[in-house]
């Protein structure tokens, strides 16, 4: 039976292993070791208040994770969480493991009075989970992005969506222009 939790303590090498086979199946075998050192990295040198992590697994085996990371907006009071990335083992891939994954992420960060979420990605699989394209206006990115169609963000407060005032900065994992 599919489990939930929070965290990524004890579970490192498996999560590793999860995005690196995901990605190499999906994109290929450099993506593969690029989102790998990425999520090595972010697990590695982000404080602990600026991640969190979620994980699904059935007896002891990891079959999914995401991570929230921190973006500051020095102009903004506003608590903002970038989603970023997200997988699925290959092979439990289109069965909802995913979106369970950030409904359940989405809900502890609304707990945590978390008050806005970003990323990056498909509107298509994202839209799924609540969230909308937003325009750069909105929620300035960190880095320029290189497909401004995958910005999305959907408030966790209940509150109408209004323009994030100022600059946004990243966590360091994230700080690489070739991700954006």
């Known amino acids: 039976m599919l489990q939930l939790s929070f965290g990524h303590k004890g579970w490192e090498t498996a999560i ?61 009071p506003r608590r903002v969480f970038l989603l970023s990335p997200v997988a699925v083992r290959s092979d439990r891939q289109k069965a909802g493991i995913g979106q369970k994954l950030i409904t359940f992420g989405l809900k502890d960060l609304r707990q945590r009075r978390i008050d806005f979420a970003v990323t990056y990605g498909d509107p298509a699989y994202y839209c799924k989970v609540g969230f909308q394209p937003i325009s750069e206006e909105i929620a300035q990115p960190p880095l320029p992005l290189s497909q401004p169609h995958g910005w999305l963000g959907q408030s966790l407060s209940g509150s109408e969506v209004t323009p994030i005032a100022g600059p946004s900065r990243c966590v360091s994992a994230f700080n690489r222009p070739e991700l954006w």
């Open 16 to 76: 590793l292993d999860v995005f690196r086979d995901a990605f190499t199946a999906s994109e290929g075998a450099d993506e593969g070791l690029v989102i790998r050192a990425l999520v090595k990295d972010l697990m590695a040198t982000t404080p602990e208040d600026d991640l969190f992590a979620y994980v699904a697994f059935e007896s002891d085996t990891v079959q999914g994770c995401i991570f929230f990371s921190r973006l500051n907006y020095d102009e903004d």
